[in-house]
């Protein structure tokens, strides 16, 4: 049995998603082969030399899955792009490039992100190009920790105040990309998060039958999708609620 997530946003202002992601490897995950997080797992990432706290916890988390040998697979996304190889090192996990192929029931499946495939929003796109680019991150990793932190509430601010004002159809995927890129990729499924939008959508291309399968986001609920013998199950799932203060003894 495989795991798949993304876009679990975590931070400490979010302790309900914190608390549920945990639960989940200390419980389901130890039973899957592999957990693979397909980007935007943490809300901002500004370098493995800046990790807090609340980061490192997380990391030790992971390394103790790891270590009860469940395989982890992390992807980077547009809130997380700068984690690097000494958190995942720490973490016991892979870091994936984006896309990869992988092989899920002796099939290729194409994984991704997701936000590459938003290609009508331009605006994004360049930024995004910008942001990658290897002497942008280069840069970005040697700036002083100060001025990371301002950069990335800058971003994140920015970010949410130009989404709130796009078109629906901006944010989403571009139709006409799905079937280019699988194409491309030779494969008949493509699964991916970003877009918030969790749906397994059924497609035609050219004569053969596929699949973009999307996973949701970390908020109210939970999402997993998980692949086994039976194919692909796609489901959210409830936080459970905080633990209870012990009442005070007379």
């Known amino acids: 049995m495989i795991l798949l997530i ?4 975590l931070e400490e202002e979010r302790p309900d998603i914190t608390r549920a ?3 989940l490897l200390a419980g389901r995950a130890r039973s899957a082969s592999a957990l693979y997080i397909l980007g935007d797992f943490f809300e901002a990432w500004i370098g493995d030399d800046a990790m807090t ?10 390394r103790e ?4 040998g469940t395989a982890i697979f992390l992807m980077h996304g547009n809130r997380d792009f700068m984690l690097g190889q000494v958190f995942c090192k720490q973490a016991g996990c892979t870091l994936l490039k984006d896309p990869s192929v992988v092989p899920f029931n002796g099939e290729p499946v194409l994984l991704m992100h997701g936000d590459s495939l938003c290609t009508r929003d331009e605006a994004y796109m360049k930024l995004r190009r910008y942001l990658r680019n290897p002497i942008t991150l280069f840069i970005l990793r040697h700036l002083p920790l100060r001025t990371r932190h301002k950069l990335a509430r800058k971003l994140r601010s920015e970010s949410r105040a130009q989404t709130r004002m796009k078109a629906n159809d901006i944010v989403d995927v571009t139709p006409e990309e799905i079937p280019r890129i699988m194409q491309e990729y030779g494969v008949k ?3 991916h998060g970003h877009t918030h939008r969790p749906a397994i959508h059924k497609l035609q291309i050219g004569d053969k039958a596929a699949r973009r399968i999307v996973l949701g986001d970390w908020d ?3 999402w997993a999708l998980q692949v086994d013998d039976s194919g ?7 936080f459970a609620p905080p633990p209870q203060l012990a009442a005070p003894t007379a």
């Open 65 to 68: 899955l790891s270590d009860s």
């Open 6 to 9: 993304s876009d679990l946003h």
């Open 220 to 222: 109210r609920q939970g």
């Open 189 to 191: 499924t493509l699964i």
């Open 21 to 23: 992601f945990l639960d």
């Open 53 to 62: 706290p609340f980061q490192l916890s997380i990391c030790q988390a992971l």
């Open 232 to 238: 692909y199950a796609l489901a959210p799932f409830d």
